[in-house]
């Protein structure tokens, strides 16, 4: 090689194309050759340069020899002339022979298993071989396979007749792939072989019976059945068993490219876990993954969606929860765990932490491991103020009660809301006593149709609950004082973009609202927000430290942000918060700054002395070793700390507009080479779920795949059902789990009632 680096320049490019990457044409070789190539000026130099190129392509290809092709239009003209003039330049060192390969049809007729083969659109090859003397046979050297039909066809070794062969993976037929022969048998192979159609066929049903959470006696109906018959009449149908299987293959195929995935990532997995019971009581654990991929894009993976049988304790958690994270090689690479607020919860974060603690795989000791679910805490937190429920929200579930009481009242109702010249398609929603969110679409919807519900009272003596003015009034109140608990629950609750970075401006939020309405004159209202007030503080009376520097991490907040809403909460006490935070975030920091320095540098001085011992093996002793690794680390750290660091940088810049609608995932990739240590950090960061929606989804789809019709489906093929639809096509927008959809929207059934009753008459 190095005679190849010396003597070839810019021809190195063209000779590694001469040992398989691509062909060389003759008129290339003339091109980028030596000036007095023909021997003209020198031809001592030409001689020794055509010399220098064999010999090295000879030696860099294989020790013994080398037979390689030249192939090209231009080459076929001109391939004697060339070869008589590299004899003339090399003298006796090499034997050329030049042979024109035909089809031998002997050879082919031995095999009658083969194809015969068909006519290739390739350009004309020609075959060289090179010989150094004393060598008894031509060495082969393998050239790289680029095409797509080495992905359904396997080389076979060379046969008894000297000919070269490719198996179909699907049907084993066979076919001569040499090099004259080209691809044009096999591919044309691919669009006709008939086991090919059946694999594709198979998995096509096993994507569909996922997809659409069919059951696998769905290949037997006979309807369906008549359709493949009708559409391919040597179609194979298979049965439920089969339809069984090919969906737990499709399953295992999914799961070990998850794992390989999970082996790429640059960042940390971030993980969120609940527990669902199931139609038929059976427990069910869900576990999902979190991350930010390659290309800075949220992702979501649902790793396991295990049965789980009684007690649901803290120490059965972490015994599941440790082999799920130990069967997909991920216990390393953690950093946070999403849950509710379970009592068994906190036993097991402790366990698991202190666990995964002694085998070093955390962060800042696991400070930020657990983070309790927003969504969660805020639902606690409206309950407790709706405990002393208002008068006039039992008047509003009563009304809406009477009025679906019969066709009649929907009927009657209807007829009202047109004479007010209201919307019918607004809805009038019914609301579900266990979900606070539920309450207040019931108590929005019950606004827009006030109206309607004073006209009904005129109109039907029957209906006795309609609230009174002063009771609309502390309605709308209530409205608007929710207003603000729904809006946040609904952006905490997405699970397609950075929630962590929204976590202190909302909450900050939520907490201002219920201070300002604790100092209000309505005592009702008052009451309400110090009850919810004392549940917030349970939770919340220490903002989490890692979702603050969430905040910090969004160019339009960074540090400014978080003293400014410290100071509106907590007065002049505003700094021992905000210091707190920073304090914090330049510790985490600097872990991502001299973690990974720390690793290459010991790797780079261990190296180093290797090599010393080697040479001056008596020189160094082994703790004078040890303590040249430890100066070179305390080198590298205290460096780092003597510049501006990247996270100082950062936070001199100036802010981004608070109201520009700024991608954070964007920003951090294009700002990754600028500041890659705090880029590395926001990855992590940044991928924090501050929710358990995503499992929630989870259980919507689980309580699809365990209905009331198959309700005693094995554990493991629902885990296979539902992992395999998250893997292959995630959640779709119509499948998110929907509040509107769990409150029954009244004026939808009054609005088929009416028509039916138009159509009677």
Known sequence: MEVLEEHLGSFRYEMVALTGTRSLTFREFQEYGPPDYYGEKDPIASRNWLTDVVNAFCINSCRDGEKFILASSLLKDRAQEWLEEVRCSVGDKLNFDMKRPKLDTASAAVAPQDVE????????????????????????????????????????????????????????????????????????HITKCPKRDKVRFRELLSEAIVKHDLPFKFVEYEGIREIFQYLNEKVITITRNTAKDDVLNLFKREKLKLKNLFELLPGRILLTADLWCSINTDGFLCVTSHFIDMEWKLQKRVLSFQYMPPPHNGVCLTETISSILSDWGIDKKLFTITLDNASSNDTFVNLLKGQLCNEGAFRSDGDYFHVRCCAHVLNLVVQDGLKAIDEGIVKVRESIKYVKGSQVRKTNFMNVVKQVNLIPKKGLQQDVPTRWNATFLMIESAIFYRRAFFRLALMDSNYLDCPSNEEWGKLEKIFRFLEVFYEVTCIFSGNKYCTSNLYFPLVSTVERTLREEMKSSDKFMKNMAGQMYAKFSKYWSEYSPILAMAAVLDPRYKMQYVEFTYKKLYGSNFREHSDRVREKLHDLFSEYVTGLPYKTSTISTSDSCKSVNKKNDTILSKSTREMLQEFTVYETKEFALSQKSQLEMYLDEPRSDITEDINVLSFWKAHQYRYPELASMARDILSIPVSTVASESAFSNGGRVLDKFRSSLAHKNVEAIICAKDWLFGISGDEELCLQDLTEDIMELDSKGSDTHEAME
């Open 117 to 188: 083969l068909e006519e290739s659109d390739d350009i004309d090859v020609v075959e060289i071989d090179v010989k150094i003397e004393g060598e008894e046979e031509d060495v082969k050297v393998e050239r790289e396979r680029w095409s797509e039909v080495w992905k359904v066809f396997t080389r076979l070794p060379i046969s008894k007749d000297g000919r070269e062969r490719a198996e179909c993976n699907q049907c084993k037929k066979r076919y001569i792939c040499e090099t004259r022969t080209g691809t044009g048998s096999m591919r044309k």
